[in-house]
């Protein structure tokens, strides 16, 4: 059964850091492209960062880069987000994506967490 369990979200203030992290199991973690999405209330859900599979090429929205750094643990099946001069702007709910694109007859998917809430105070 697939899991991802996304954990470091909380409440802090403008300028802070925040460190997500996503814990994946259930499938082969190394094969999978990973990425951070941002959700606001009456909003669409967004792509904030996304690494590859290996571990590089690394890509961000233009509202992150700079601030935001995406990693990965491939031996820990563990993807991370180190958030750093956190703005008001930036409070959403972050959900953790697995994604394979497609492969002789199997289709491309992919897999959400839960979501965890951060919130940035002015």
């Known amino acids: 059964q697939v899991h991802l369990v996304e954990s470091g979200g909380g409440l802090v203030q403008a300028g802070g850091s925040l460190r997500l992290s996503c814990a994946a199991s259930?499938?082969?973690?190394?094969?999978?492209?990973m990425g951070w999405y941002y959700e606001v209330p009456g909003k669409e859900r967004e792509l904030a960062a996304a690494?590859?599979?290996?571990?590089?090429?690394?890509n961000y929205a233009d509202s992150v880069k700079g601030r935001f750094t995406i990693s990965r643990d491939n031996a820990k099946n563990t993807v991370y987000l180190q958030m750093n001069s956190l703005k008001p702007e930036d409070t959403a709910v972050y959900y953790c994506n697995a994604f394979k694109k497609a492969s002789g007859w199997t289709p491309g998917h992919d897999y959400w967490g839960q979501g965890t809430q951060v919130t940035v105070s002015s």
């Open positions: 259930g499938f082969t973690f190394s094969d999978y492209v």
């Open positions: 690494i590859t599979s290996a571990g590089g090429s690394p």
